[in-house]
């Protein structure tokens, strides 16, 4: 789920003070990343760089410690041929300054809050209204933009360590959380957040990669089949906040309880909350009720036979098509990544949940408390 790439306010400025690249020393990752255009120190004082994963079955998922971002995942296809699934960028300058949300951990509250207002023991706090008079992604500078402290502890698992501190885009409490990437033997990418305050807030956390399961991002993804395990979803007015209510999928173009191609209704603006997402971009109301073994979600490219399963311990997933994708970002090898040519399932707590009264998705989190959030990105080939 995403603004416009020229989104309202959109600022870097704070992100000035890279150091020069290295000289390149590394060898290239699988996926073709150069790891020495990775490197720089932001701030003056906080490095980045690229991390490798990989596992004993030949995957490589890359990491940036950059807002936390998955740059690229290698998995085979039905043929045994490795491709990269998920859009970004080669290099971190890019991911400083064109705004994006490719790969991100998101946070403090991933997708919306309304007017970008929120009240807290009976204080309502202003936080910034950057999309639409709302609050997105934690605001113009959330930790998408922000550096994680990384600790690769093996050669498949890391984990990012963000220390947010109060006032953080006008959110309150000193926060600290942890993202833990795992590459199983499988071929899934296990996801662990938690988040600890000492003082009462909202926490929110997903993660935001575009997935292309062709491995060709110049192709769209209107031709993958898309499976939900939901029956409702919550709707959104024009501004693409939610209305508070939640309505059964049955019988509209939401319906992806039955696999259907991701295009089939993409389109469909007769049908007002189509047109209100020009496409896809809202919240599922999951089925699986918390269990982590219950498929939520399900992603395959005919084209190249690659599958991504979802699983998660949240009670929804945000399904976005990539709608306002323009031909302006130029990711890796130089590909422009027009509309549609990349998908997100976005595993989350309702959007606006801290002003709705959605039992199921609290969004509070008070000193004392854990925040733990769980998702699983896990590949497959269908021949």
């Known amino acids: 789920m995403k603004k ?19 000289q390149a020393t590394e060898t290239l990752t699988l996926s073709g990343l150069n ?29 940036t410690n950059f807002g936390g ?25 890019s991911y400083q300054n064109v705004p994006s949300d490719f790969g991100a ?45 990384a600790n690769q502890t093996n050669d498949s698992t890391m984990v990012l360590t963000m220390k947010s501190p109060d006032g953080d885009n006008n959110f309150p409490g000193n926060v600290t959380a942890i993202v833990t ?24 956390m997903t993660n935001h990669s575009y997935f292309n399961l062709s491995g060709d991002p110049t192709t769209p993804i209107t ?43 993409i389109d469909n603006f007769d049908f007002e909350q189509v047109k209100f997402g020009n496409g896809f971009d809202h919240n599922w109301v999951l089925n699986t009720k918390g269990d982590v073994n219950a498929l939520a979600a399900k992603f395959t490219s005919p084209v190249s036979g ?13 399904a976005y098509s990539g709608n306002f994708l323009d031909g302006t970002a130029k990711g890796k090898k130089g590909i422009l990544y027009a509309q549609r040519t990349g998908f997100c399932l976005e595993t989350q707590k309702y959007p606006d949940s801290p002003n709705k009264e959605w039992a199921e998705s609290n969004a509070y989190l008070a000193p004392g408390e854990t925040y733990k959030s769980f998702c699983k990105f896990k590949f497959g080939v269908e021949k």
């Open 35 to 63: 790891p020495s255009h990775f490197e720089a120190v932001v701030d003056s004082v906080k490095p980045v760089k690229l991390y490798t994963l990989k596992n004993a079955a030949g995957m490589e998922v890359c990491v």
């Open 69 to 93: 971002r998955i740059v690229s995942i290698m998995v085979p296809d039905k043929n045994g041929e490795m491709k990269d699934v998920v859009l970004g960028f080669d290099n971190i300058e």
């Open 306 to 318: 690659i599958t991504l399963e979802v699983y998660t311990n949240e009670p929804g997933i945000q």
């Open 223 to 265: 031709d993958h089949i898309l499976y939900i395990n939901a029956d409702h979803f919550t709707p959104v007015d024009s501004t693409y906040m939610t209305t508070g209510e939640i309505i059964p999928v049955k019988d509209t173009p939401m319906d992806f309880t039955t696999p259907k191609a991701v295009g089939q209704d």
């Open 105 to 149: 951990s998101i946070g403090r509250y991933a997708n919306r809050i309304n007017q970008g207002k929120i009240v807290v023991d009976g204080e309502e706090i202003q936080l910034p209204q950057n999309n639409f008079g709302h609050c997105l992604h934690g605001g113009p500078t959330g930790w998408q933009y922000q550096v994680y402290e």
């Open 4 to 22: 416009s790439l020229l989104g309202a306010g959109m600022t870097l400025a704070i992100l000035s003070g890279c150091a020069p690249k290295q």
């Open 181 to 204: 990437y795992a590459l199983t033997a499988d071929n899934a990418i296990d996801i662990f957040y938690e988040a600890t305050t000492d003082k009462k807030t909202v926490v929110n």
